[in-house]
T-cell receptor, first 114, second 111 residues
């Protein structure tokens, strides 16, 4: 069974540009979450989607947005990039099975803003 | 707001020694607790998931306990090996569909 796939793995962007990251969840998983990981702040929750609906959003500015498609694939977009947006962006998928909801993470997208 | 703390921040042990990693959280109304491993520059690998109704979970050399009333979880790794060197992250799941992470414990197992 294929795991969570994130593309691209690495990105270098210039301040002021925008970027779109993609996440394909494990087959059958309908929940997709996004996290930002930085050395200073650790792992912080961005948002969660289930069946194309955003159910929760973290404390990030409106420049960070996301969406989920009918096949459960998800994208997140960051507009007007700032140097502080440089981070590892991780996507997780999950599905409640037998009363258990285990999150599985992808390898991440390393975004560098210069 | 759920706050998750992991102590110690770093740990170095000789091969063969047992590892004890601690995680504490402030809000006992949790949905579940998950332990992850992260290698440098990589994603997170799920190690163990403990539901809020469970007290412990075991997988091979790994055992994790959960005490909701005291807001604590402990990950035990028996007979450590150099391949166990990594950062271990504790994540508390809540009913609002998000995980709250600790800062992690970086483990080095010396051969």
């Amino acid at each position: 069974k294929a795991g969570v796939t994130q593309t691209p793995r690495y990105l270098i962007k210039t301040r002021g540009q925008q970027v779109t990251l993609s996440c394909s969840p494990i087959s059958g998983h309908r929940s997709v979450s996004w996290y930002q990981q930085t050395p200073g702040q650790g792992l912080q929750f961005l948002f969660e989607y289930f069946s194309e609906t955003q159910r929760n959003k973290g404390n990030f500015p409106g420049r960070f947005s996301g969406r989920q498609f009918s096949n459960s694939r998800s994208e997140m977009n960051v507009s007007t990039l700032e140097l502080g947006d440089s981070a590892l962006y991780l996507c997780a998928s999950s599905q409640k099975t037998g009363g258990r909801t285990e999150a599985f993470f992808g390898q991440g997208t390393r975004l560098t803003v210069v | 707001k759920q706050e998750v703390t992991q102590i110690p921040a770093a740990l170095s042990v000789p091969e063969g020694e047992n590892l004890v990693l601690n995680c504490s959280f402030t809000d006992s109304a949790i949905y579940n607790l998950q332990w992850f491993r992260q290698d440098p520059g990589k994603g997170l690998t799920s190690l163990l998931l403990i539901q809020s109704s469970q007290r412990e979970q075991t997988s091979g050399r790994l055992n994790a306990s959960l005490d909701k009333s005291s807001g604590r979880s402990t990950l035990y790794i028996a007979a450590s090996q150099p391949g166990d060197s990594a950062t271990y992250l504790c994540a508390v799941g809540s009913n609002d569909y998000k995980l709250s992470f600790g800062a992690g414990t970086t483990v080095t197992v010396r051969a």
